[in-house]
């Protein structure tokens, strides 16, 4: 093994050590956005867009929000481990569930990695002037259509991709998509070639 596959192990170790007492809620909560059943989907949205007309209709400040999820975290971070060792025990845990939590620590390593190395990247080394330009470019464009939307709608629909996105990859809908678009693809240009002939 080399130095950097240790450090990645350990680093995967020391995290299922961190997330152990949150154990049965990462993988119920694995299975919910994975869409171990088929109303899950349903439920996500449903769960997200409720949240989020709650606080359109509340209309809080942003230090207020903040201040109100931090202190929701704090109980949670605080509560949790004792009601969920309470409740469920380690008696029903099993293989299945135990390959389902690392596969979810596994995964949380690699984003963790991908962005220590996405951070080295942008921050850390010189870039060209062609790559300064891009970037503000786009970060130009992010910030006009943040100007133009609604922020609320914005963080609705970024929440919305990003706790859908697991099931989606799950389910091959993307896989789907591809293969319908090229096969739309494929036919407009067989048509083309037989008018052309």
Not at 28 to 33: F, I, N
Not at 145 to 166: K, V
């Given at each position: 093994m080399t130095a950097s596959q240790v450090d990645q192990k350990r680093a995967l170790n020391k995290l299922k050590h961190d997330l152990e007492p949150f154990r049965t809620a990462i993988v119920?909560?694995?299975?919910?956005?994975t869409w171990e059943k088929q109303y899950y989907a349903g439920v996500v949205f449903g769960a997200i867009s409720v949240l989020f007309l709650v606080l359109w209709y509340l209309d809080l400040s942003l230090i207020t929000l903040l201040s109100l999820l931090g202190l929701l975290s704090l109980v949670l971070d605080y509560v949790f481990p004792t009601v969920s060792r309470l409740l469920f025990g380690g008696a029903n845990w099993d293989g299945d569930q135990e390959a389902k939590f690392e596969d979810?620590?596994?995964?949380?390593?690699?984003?963790?990695g991908n962005l220590v190395l996405w951070y080295e990247y942008l921050f850390k080394e010189r870039k060209s002037t062609v790559f300064v330009i891009i970037i503000s470019l786009g970060l130009l464009a992010l910030a006009w259509?943040?100007?133009?939307?609604?922020?609320?709608?914005?963080?609705?629909?970024?929440?919305?991709?990003?706790?859908?996105?697991?099931g989606l990859q799950d389910k091959d809908v993307f896989k789907g998509i591809t293969q319908k678009a090229s096969k739309i693809f494929n036919d407009k240009i067989q048509c083309g070639k037989r008018k052309l002939q």
């Open positions: 119920g909560a694995y299975g919910v956005l979810v620590c596994g995964q949380v390593c690699a984003v963790k259509i943040g100007a133009i939307i609604n922020n609320l709608l914005l963080m609705y629909l970024a929440t919305l991709l990003i706790a859908m996105w697991p």
